[in-house]
């Protein structure tokens, strides 16, 4: 049976408003909104036309009823400066995620949440509990993505479409997601993915996480959760030039500009010496890029599961056409992973192999 909701989420995740869908299948604008609106239902051809036009299967037009994300849910940064557009596609290719992530759900049995709720904390502090809380101490993180699913953030890429927006996260139904934008810097992804889990910890899932302030707060738990105050006071780091930021830099996998304003942050370097600081750095090419910057992070958990998913005969292909979407839309959202050996971890032992639902 067709699910008007279902069709809803297909058209505004391709950033189609009726009258470009219209434009696409040549049905008019009043019968998409009576489809979208419940009030009637397309024959068999019109379903299939609008699929073709929407790159889903049929079927993914008469699953199960899905509810929007809603925007106050969501940590978008520079939410004032997002067309609505640009914000509905967001939030509903994200909702595809989302369906993904059931698929996976039903057949795995991934980390369970581990992520405090430090509502009203400092974020400085929120920072230092959350690593004390998951043993890293005082030592840079290794890899940001592989410690979020460890604790059972599920976290997926966004598409190429949503390339304007860095990430955001978000609780549904009490679990935690993180969606970033594989097409910046390594070091950029590391600190969007700490900024993301800030907002997961300050924020929680009953504040408005796009208030002015929540922004700073998140960025604030970042620099402290990815460089520490007391490793970086221990570094020497006093009045460091820019060569200097450079070559410590590297310690904490973090970009320039972001460590530059970590010593200012904690008072290493004087205000004149973090804007000369970033006036150098910025002559130098580190502030629309990081030279020389680290490999991007991709997802350990994602990799076991379609690894596990293949090895028991669901290849991706067939993981698309069970949710209804492509498979070029499916790697879009898992980081564009290619099925290669990977090392164990994260799953559970007690995993079920994939099957039909």
């Given amino acids: 049976m067709f699910t008007p909701s279902r069709l809803v989420i297909a058209r505004k995740r391709r950033g189609l408003t009726l009258i470009g869908l219209a434009g696409l299948t040549g049905l008019s604008t009043r019968s998409i909104s009576r489809y979208e609106n419940g009030h009637a239902e397309p024959s068999g051809d019109t379903l299939t036309l609008l699929a073709r036009a929407l790159d889903v ?3 993914f037009l008469c699953g199960g009823d899905v509810d929007e994300i809603p925007v106050d849910a969501v940590s978008f940064r520079a939410l004032s400066k997002m067309t609505a557009r640009q914000r509905d596609r967001a939030l509903s290719a994200g909702r595809v995620a989302l369906l993904i992530n059931d698929w996976i759900e039903a057949r795995f049995h991934l980390p369970a949440a581990d992520i405090p709720a430090l509502t009203g904390h400092d974020p400085e502090s929120a ?3 959350v690593r004390a809380r998951w043993g ?13 699913e460890a604790r059972g953030a599920r976290v997926y890429s966004l598409t190429e479409e949503n390339n304007q927006l860095d990430a955001y996260s978000l609780y549904w139904h009490g679990q935690p997601f993180i969606f970033l934008n594989t ?6 992804g590391r600190f969007d993915g700490a900024h993301e889990l800030g907002h997961l910890v300050l924020h929680g899932d009953h504040l408005v996480p796009n208030r002015p302030e929540a922004e700073a707060e998140a960025n604030r738990f970042a620099a402290a959760f ?5 490793s970086v006071l221990a570094a020497g780091l006093h009045d460091a030039t820019p060569d200097k930021i450079l070559r410590a830099k590297r310690v904490w996998k973090v970009s320039a500009l972001a460590l530059a304003h970590r010593l200012y942050e904690l008072n290493l370097l004087t205000e004149w010496g973090y804007r000369a600081a970033c006036v150098q750095l910025a002559q130098w090419g580190y502030r629309r890029a990081e030279p020389e910057g680290i490999e991007r992070e991709s997802s350990q958990l994602l990799a076991k599961v379609f690894r596990s998913a293949r090895e028991h005969g669901e290849s991706m292909a067939k993981v698309a056409a069970a949710v ?6 499916l790697r879009a959202h898992v980081f564009g992973l290619t099925l290669t050996t990977v090392p164990g971890g994260l799953l559970d032992p007690g995993m079920r192999a994939p099957g039909r639902p």
């Fill in 57 to 59: 299967a049929p079927w």
């Fill in 127 to 129: 920072a230092q509990v």
């Fill in 136 to 148: 890293l101490g005082e030592r840079p993180v290794g890899n940001v993505l592989h410690v979020l």
């Fill in 183 to 188: 097409g910046k810097s390594g070091e950029r």
């Fill in 226 to 230: 990815l460089m520490p105050r007391a």
């Fill in 324 to 329: 209804g979407i492509s498979a070029d839309e």
